[in-house]
């Protein structure tokens, strides 16, 4: 009865630090949402808000690359179809509501496609670099959709007059058009997927994709629809995906082929690895860094960037290729005893 009941109490004081720990992440988030605004001029602001955009789009990839074990070249498509609905339905919509609606609207289509595509192919068994094809195939179609169907998509030439994010209920409406409103709108969806994310991932949900990701076969052998637990992860990443284009979109207020181009869903797969697979959060602070080295090293030469880029992330492969945050949290290991940890020696 005492072991019974001492193990009873361990549990509930880890689940009690698990939910206290989700609360410290979401206040600190929310606290640096509202701070940073102050700090930035209103070019620095649209320039961080869209690198909060693409954090996000990364973030959708590391929970189906990371925690799923799925990689996908397929982010890009969705991102595309979040980023049309806005510019082609908004306008189509009275009020305030038009950006909602066609985030409503790509995110339905993402699903859709993805729960479609997903279901064929996971159930269908396929698995691995075949998988990643597939995806990078529907990239590449999405791409051609965008540049040929001129007169819905506007072709090459893109779209512009996307609608601002905005709300209208009856007589009262509200809209995020200026600089710090849109910033905070995007940087208010961020940290709130983060943290679902992070904390399903500490959850029966986690533990379940960690096994799959381990032995598929053998999580199969113990009752668990791997299938179905893969596609789930497929679907809610390509929604993820829309919602972030869908942001953009607003944003921005337009839209050009290069949303939907390979090229966007190399950069997610590049953010990933350089902030560290599955660990959620390195990915969007990797994003954040990039973006922002970017912006210093191409005000004074254009050229030199992808150059710096490539040499980096070639040495990334072969000094650290878990990625950032694990290098970092290593280090912390290593230089911090055990005992300054809260630990034994």
Do not use: C
């Not at 361990?10 to 698990?18: F, P, R, S």
């Not at 729960?115 to 791409?143: D, E, K, Q, S």
């Not at 169907?149 to 209208?168: D, H, M, R």
């Amino acid at each position: 009865m005492t072991l019974q009941a001492s193990s009873s109490s361990v549990k509930a004081t880890t689940q009690n630090k698990g939910g206290l720990a989700s609360i410290s992440l979401s206040a600190g988030l929310m606290a640096a949402v509202l701070a940073y605004p102050l700090l930035l001029s209103s070019y620095q602001m649209d320039v961080a808000r869209d690198a909060l955009i693409f954090a996000l789009l990364a973030l959708s990839l590391d929970f189906l690359w990371g925690k799923a074990g799925v990689l996908s070249f397929g982010q890009a498509a969705f991102f595309g179809m979040g980023a049309y609905a806005v510019a082609i339905v908004g306008p189509m919509v009275p009020n305030d509501n038009g950006a909602l609606a066609g985030m409503v609207t790509g995110i339905g289509l993402a699903v859709l496609v993805s729960g479609i595509v997903g279901y064929f192919l996971i159930y269908g068994g396929v698995r691995g670099a075949y998988l990643t094809i597939v995806t990078l195939a529907l990239t590449l179609i999405a791409r051609n959709v965008a540049t040929s169907w001129a007169s819905v998509t506007g072709g090459e030439a893109g779209l512009i007059g996307a609608p601002p994010p905005g709300l209208s209920i009856g007589g009262w409406s509200v809209t995020a058009s200026d600089s710090v409103s849109l910033y905070l709108v995007v940087a208010i969806v961020l940290s709130v997927t983060l943290t679902a994310l992070w904390a399903a991932s500490r959850g029966r949900l986690g533990r379940v994709l960690t096994a799959i990701q381990d032995d598929e076969a053998k999580a199969r052998a113990l009752g668990y629809d791997t299938s179905g637990y893969l596609l789930a992860v497929f679907v809610l990443s390509s929604g993820l995906a829309a919602i972030a284009g869908g942001l953009y979109a607003s944003a921005a207020g337009y839209v050009a082929p290069d949303l939907v181009g390979l090229l966007l869903s190399t950069q997610a797969i590049v953010h990933v690895a350089f902030g560290g697979r599955g660990t959620l959060i390195g990915p969007v602070l990797a994003t954040v860094l990039v973006i922002h080295v970017q912006q210093e090293v191409s005000s004074f030469s254009y050229a030199l960037w992808p150059l710096l880029l490539g040499a980096f992330f070639i040495a990334m492969v072969f000094l650290f290729p878990k990625g950032l945050l694990p290098l970092i949290s290593d280090l912390v290991h290593r230089l911090v005893p055990r005992r300054d940890r809260g630990g034994t020696a």
